[in-house]
């Protein structure tokens, strides 16, 4: 059984940041590539941002040049770096794999983003 555990979300305002941590037990990320999704109400889930085993990341155009993911392995944790925050940004986020099996959804962690 592989526990995904997302942490860091809370309420910002316009331009603020936001650290979100995903830490996975039961598992490596050694195995997976891995990614950030969110999903706002009433909208599908959709991935903002994956990191492959080798480092390479990929974005969604929405939060290009303001997301930044990384991973550490070691301590089994996946980050996502928000900065300059948008109201559009408002989702619970959740990590999981981009390649391969899907892992158990964690219950996520809520941003919320004021104007």
């Known amino acids: 059984q592989v526990q995904l555990v997302e942490s860091g979300g809370g309420l910002v305002q316009a331009g603020g940041s936001l650290r979100l941590s995903c830490a996975a037990s039961g598992s490596s990320f050694s195995i997976n590539a891995m990614g950030w999704f969110r999903r706002a109400p009433g909208k599908q889930r959709e991935l903002v941002a994956g990191?492959?085993?080798?480092?390479?990341?990929n974005y969604a155009d929405s939060v290009k040049g303001r997301f930044t993911i990384s991973r550490d392995n070691a301590k089994k944790l996946v980050v996502l770096q928000m900065n300059s925050l948008k109201p559009e940004d408002t989702a619970v986020y959740y990590c999981?794999?981009?390649?391969?099996?899907?892992?158990?959804w964690g219950q996520g962690t809520q941003v919320t983003v004021s104007s």
């Open positions: 999981n794999t981009i390649i391969g099996p899907t892992y158990p």
């Open positions: 990191i492959g085993n080798s480092g390479s990341t």
